[in-house]
Structure formats: C-alpha cells, structure tokens
C-alpha cells in the first residue's frame, strides 16, 4: 500500500505564494517520475509540473516562471513552489507518482488526496 499526502495549500492574496508538499509512504521500492495536477471547478484536471527521478522537470505553459518544482529522494517527498499566484491558479493540487513496490513489477501511478489553492483578487 502506498500513500501520497499533500499539504500547504490555503488562501492566498494575489502576487502572494505557497509551498505544497506531498510525502510518499508505505512499500515503496523506487519512486519514479512525480508530479502535480491541478483541477479547478467545472474543468478538466491539467498537469502543472513533472520532475523524473533524475530531476528533468517540465511545467505547464501558463505557471513557467512563476512555479518550481523540486523533489528530496531521501524523504520520499515533492514539493511545489508557487510564486506570483493568480486568481486563475486556484484549484484543488493533487500531487502523483509512479511507484514501484517490488523490483520486479511495473510502477503503478498513485494520487493524493489533493489540497485547496484559493488566490483571491
């Protein structure tokens, strides 16, 4: 079994920032490539950041510049840097990876929870 929980999201002002984290636990063997989506009412979730185990990151046109995200292999954890939040930013963050538990399996993709982003005008 495998976990994924996300934390730092909140309410924010508009040109303010937040932190997210999500810590992976449970029968992990490796983790894989990681990442966050992002899904604000009415709409379709949406990748906002990809990092590989080797760090190559990629982001969503409409966060370069302003989002860095970041992963720490030791404590099994990614992390989001949101800089210059917009109103259009607020959405529930969900935080997935690619876990494998054996070494012998194929990695699975497991998802958070999600935590609430509110930027407010």
């Known amino acids: 079994q495998v976990q994924l929980v996300e934390s730092g999201g909140g309410l924010v002002q508009a040109g303010g920032f937040l932190r997210l984290s999500c810590a992976a636990s449970g029968s992990i063997f490796s983790l894989n490539a990681m990442g966050w989506y992002r899904q604000a009412p009415g709409k379709q979730r949406e990748l906002v950041a990809g990092?590989?185990?080797?760090?190559?990151?990629n982001y969503a046109d409409s966060v370069k510049g302003r989002f860095t995200i970041s992963r720490d292999n030791a404590k099994k954890t990614v992390y989001l840097q949101m800089n210059s939040l917009k109103p259009e930013d607020t959405a529930v963050y969900y935080c997935?990876?690619?876990?494998?538990?054996?070494?012998?399996?194929?990695?699975?993709?497991?998802w958070g929870r999600g935590t609430q982003v509110t930027v407010s005008s």
């Open positions: 990092i590989t185990s080797g760090g190559a990151t």
């Open positions: 997935n990876a690619e876990v494998k538990t054996t070494y012998w399996e194929e990695g699975d993709y497991y």
